[in-house]
């Protein structure tokens, strides 16, 4: 007995080490089980993802810690349903994912998607959910668990937005590099043109006093056209620069009343034109060409929405007293008076995205080789730039109104009409004159003799060099074009002033922004001139720069 007692309490002896061996293995498992759990818990934490698990015999649900975060539930106030899920997703997901969690549990189809989610403060978040089937009832093969993971990429959905929006800022803005580039190298040319119609028509109305009032009205007319294109093609360098116009006292009404002339002329007689201008309208402080240019870009525009139908073009303005009230449509406007100009057509109208779109650049609803996508962006700019707003109010087969608000100039008094420039006449002196282009040689020589003047006048800047070189004391005054092949109209003066220092040149180039002020004056240039120019310019300037050299 005492053997077998003694047996027993060595085996006894023996599962009490080994019990006491398991619990320290044991405790060593829930401590690292309890490490694995803290590390689960805090790389969910980490990376803003968070799992659920679905136990389909039992219709229970188990949440991890972080999918309480992202949905922004309270974990001790609510208890983890189907149903409690389902109502944190955002509305408009909110029938997509439900019927991708049934084909899920009814037939085992696996599924990823991004959704919005109603996150902490009820703050709408963008989730990335996958979900795998975790089981499947041998039985009925019909899946019995199902595991999602879900991820917060909202940070990086605003990451791709904001990237998406600057690449497109940089293609717009490459755009307008091009555009500008584009626009430098057809101004000189195209001002040439100008000027061969402008110089010619001054001279038609000078050289025939007699004629009638329609054919004045003609010639005035195109002299106004002229005019008109000219300050549109510097309006065109200007939006492609970003620069400044100067801004003086306008009278919209007049501004309005001209435009209407070619208004008229441009849309299909089709559509009636109805005007309500108040007569006592005050001014505003403006560019009267690029409002002369917003006119006509809201009106052609307008038409264009009508077509081909009947319709009715509105132009309404008058005055207002702006409360500085804050809204989008008037988003930065102070209190104060305001002209308000409406433009409204009987068109097709707009949608809502329409809408939101048709101030970006290079946006058109036009077929293509129809429009460039420029005339309200130009259009915008312009308001923006005169501290005024403009916004458009249109529902799809009702039309469209655009609304646009100029601050008012509170005393009349404050308007000062330039006096005419006098039409200065030589006395016989002689200009050597060239350019390259022959029929800007013709009409500005015209005009120089119209102006009393001997003309000397070449095509070629060499040739003109070597005129000059042969008998300096023979001219009294240069007038040379920039652009010219071979030998430019910079070099020429610099080679006319080393050979006779001080005497005075003239430049006439078709993009004024080529020539900055100081090297033209280190070159010799007394005047840069831009074509095209009035008779009364060119005359003005001449006489400045012979008085100033004592030539005259």
């Known amino acids: 007995d005492a053997k077998y007692a003694q047996a027993l309490a060595r085996k006894l002896d023996k599962k009490v080490l080994e019990l006491k061996d398991a619990r320290t293995r044991l405790g060593k498992s829930e401590t690292s089980l309890q490490r694995i759990e803290d590390c689960y818990r805090i790389a969910q934490k980490i990376a803003h993802v968070g799992s659920w698990d679905?136990?389909?015999?039992?219709?229970?649900?188990?949440?991890?810690?972080?999918?309480?975060?992202?949905?922004?539930?309270?974990?001790?106030?609510?208890?983890?349903?189907?149903?409690?899920?389902?109502?944190?997703?955002?509305?408009?997901?909110?029938?997509?994912?439900?019927?991708?969690?049934?084909?899920?549990?009814?037939?085992?189809?696996?599924?990823?998607?991004?959704?919005?989610?109603?996150?902490?403060?009820?703050t709408l978040r963008r989730l990335h959910s996958t979900v795998e089937i975790a089981a499947v009832d041998p039985e009925t093969g019909k899946p019995s668990r199902i595991v999602?993971?879900?991820?917060?990429?909202?940070?990086?959905?605003?990451?791709?937005?904001?990237?998406?929006?600057?690449?497109?800022?940089?293609?717009?803005?490459?755009?307008?590099?091009?555009?500008?580039?584009?626009?430098?190298?057809?101004?000189?040319?195209?001002?040439?043109?100008?000027?061969?119609?402008?110089?010619?028509?001054?001279?038609?109305?000078?050289?025939?006093?007699?004629?009638?009032?329609?054919e004045r009205d003609c010639l005035e007319q195109?002299?106004?056209?002229?005019?008109?294109?000219?300050?549109?093609?510097?309006?065109?360098?200007?939006?492609?620069?970003?620069?400044?116009?100067?801004?003086?006292?306008?009278?919209?009404?007049?501004?309005?009343?001209?435009?209407?002339?070619?208004?008229?002329?441009?849309?299909?007689?089709?559509?009636?034109?109805?005007?309500?201008?108040?007569?006592?309208?005050?001014?505003?402080?403006?560019?009267?060409?690029?409002?002369?240019?917003?006119?006509?870009?809201?009106?052609?525009?307008?038409?264009?929405?009508?077509?081909?139908?009947?319709?009715?073009?509105?132009?309404?303005?008058?005055?207002?007293?702006?409360?500085?009230?804050?809204?989008?449509?008037?988003?930065?406007?102070?209190?104060?008076?305001?002209?308000?100009?409406?433009v409204r057509d009987t068109g097709c109208g707009m949608d809502a995205a329409t809408r939101e779109r048709i101030f970006e650049p290079f946006f058109t609803t036009k077929k293509k080789g129809e429009g460039t996508g420029l005339g309200l962006t130009v259009v915008h700019g312009i308001i923006l730039s005169h501290n005024g707003s403009i916004a458009v109010a249109s529902e799809p087969g009702k039309g469209s109104t655009f609304c646009i608000y100029l601050p008012a100039i509170r005393q009349q008094a404050e308007v000062e009409v330039p006096a005419p420039k006098a039409l200065v006449r030589g006395?016989?002196?002689?200009?050597?004159?060239?350019?390259?282009?022959?029929?800007?040689?013709?009409?500005?020589?015209?005009?120089?003799?119209?102006?009393?003047?001997?003309?000397?006048?070449?095509?070629?800047?060499?040739?003109?060099?070597?005129?000059?070189?042969?008998?300096?004391?023979?001219?009294?005054?240069?007038?040379?074009?920039?652009?010219?092949?071979?030998?430019?109209?910079?070099?020429?003066?610099?080679a006319v002033a080393k050979r006779k220092p001080g005497f005075p040149i003239i430049l006439c180039t078709g993009f004024s922004e080529v020539v900055a002020e100081p090297l033209a004056s280190e070159s010799g240039v007394g005047t840069v001139m831009t074509k095209p120019f009035m008779l009364t310019d060119l005359a003005t300037a001449i006489q400045e720069n012979l008085h100033r050299t004592g030539a005259a």
């Open 54 to 122: 679905w136990d389909l015999t039992t219709g229970s649900f188990w949440w991890s810690d972080e999918i309480y975060v992202l949905l922004g539930i309270a974990r001790e106030r609510q208890v983890p349903t189907g149903a409690l899920l389902l109502s944190r997703i955002s509305e408009e997901d909110r029938a997509r994912f439900e019927r991708a969690l049934g084909l899920a549990s009814d037939r085992g189809v696996a599924f990823a998607m991004e959704h919005g989610v109603l996150g902490p403060g009820d």
């Open 427 to 494: 006395k016989g002196e002689h200009i050597l004159l060239v350019d390259d282009e022959k029929a800007a040689t013709q009409v500005i020589g015209n005009m120089l003799q119209e102006l009393d003047y001997k003309v000397t006048a070449s095509n070629s800047s060499s040739e003109a060099l070597s005129l000059f070189q042969k008998d300096p004391d023979r001219y009294h005054l240069l007038v040379s074009d920039l652009t010219m092949p071979g030998m430019d109209g910079l070099a020429l003066a610099r």
């Open 148 to 214: 999602c993971a879900m991820r917060d990429i909202t940070d990086q959905c605003q990451m791709e937005a904001d990237k998406a929006l600057m690449e497109n800022s940089l293609r717009q803005a490459q755009k307008m590099e091009a555009l500008g580039a584009l626009a430098g190298g057809i101004a000189h040319d195209f001002n040439n043109v100008l000027t061969g119609i402008l110089g010619n028509a001054e001279l038609l109305r000078m050289h025939f006093p007699t004629q009638s009032t329609d």
């Open 222 to 342: 195109i002299v106004g056209a002229s005019r008109r294109a000219t300050e549109l093609v510097r309006q065109i360098l200007t939006f492609s620069r970003r620069g400044d116009q100067a801004k003086c006292p306008t009278d919209l009404k007049m501004v309005i009343k001209e435009a209407l002339k070619f208004i008229r002329a441009a849309i299909p007689s089709t559509i009636a034109i109805q005007t309500h201008l108040d007569e006592k309208c005050p001014f505003v402080v403006a560019d009267s060409t690029q409002l002369y240019q917003v006119i006509m870009n809201l009106c052609v525009n307008a038409s264009h929405a009508m077509l081909p139908n009947h319709g009715t073009l509105e132009i309404t303005l008058g005055c207002e007293l702006w409360g500085g009230r804050h809204d989008a449509a008037h988003a930065g406007l102070s209190a104060g008076q305001y002209v308000v100009l409406k």
